[in-house]
């Protein structure tokens, strides 16, 4: 597909289904890091994508595909400069430089012109959820390796479960929504983001970014 002779390795730490995520060492040239997707992902990726390259050209550190292409069984392989960062640590100087370039980020997603659009579809995902909570407690819906302690979480009315509602007086901004450890990464003394499939559907305060890098 890439029209390059190398090796190819796939990634433990990282995708799963019919996600496959590789590095691919071609004999001439740099490092890249691939994504082969299932067709059934190949849009939202590509709306991902979409939202990455807008990012970057606002100055945002976000890594963006350098090309991409369709293979004959309908997958969709991504290609990207293979990035040699690390993972966050649990230290100020790491939780300053998140919060400082999580800062911008949300600035410069609040400018989207699909904010709108996300804001419906965030609404509409948290009503599936609260659909999905309503049936565990209920026992309609059984799920995971203890069913019976899911449905009493599911029951506790002292876990409430409904990030958009505003505690802080800040309103409801559009975030990257999926920040764990594989989403950020150090590099250069600087923090870069990756992987914005999750934004069309977190439209939420800006403090629920934080709590999931602080949660994972």
């Known amino acids: ?57 606002g100055g945002i550190n976000v890594i963006t595909a350098c090309s991409h292409t369709k293979l004959d069984d309908g997958r969709a392989l991504w290609a990207y400069a293979f990035h040699h960062g690390r993972a966050p640590l649990p230290t100020v100087p790491d939780l300053s430089m ?61 876990i409430e479960f409904h990030p958009e509602r505003d505690r802080h007086g800040t309103g409801r901004v559009p975030l990257h929504g999926d920040l764990n450890l594989f989403n950020l990464l150090i590099e250069d003394d600087r923090c870069t983001f990756l992987d914005f499939e999750d934004v069309c559907h977190s439209v939420l305060p800006a403090v629920v970014d934080l709590a999931t890098v602080y949660e994972r």
């Not at 995520?21 to 990726?45: M, N």
């Not at 579809?121 to 309503?134: A, G, M, N, V, W």
């Open 1 to 57: 597909a890439l029209r390059m002779d190398g090796a190819v390795r796939q990634i433990s730490n990282a995708g799963g289904g019919a996600s496959v995520f590789l590095k691919f060492e071609p004999k001439q040239g740099p490092p890249l890091f691939l994504k082969l997707v299932g067709g059934h992902r190949a849009g939202e990726l590509a709306d991902a994508e979409s939202v990455a390259s807008w990012l970057k050209s």
């Open 98 to 158: 998140i919060g400082a370039e999580l800062g911008r980020l949300h600035q410069r997603l609040a400018r989207h012109p699909s904010t709108a659009q996300w804001r419906l579809r965030t609404d509409k995902r948290l009503s599936r959820l609260s659909e999905i909570r309503d049936s565990l407690a209920t026992g309609a819906l059984q799920a995971g390796p203890a069913p019976a302690r899911l449905q009493a979480l599911a029951r506790d009315p002292a």
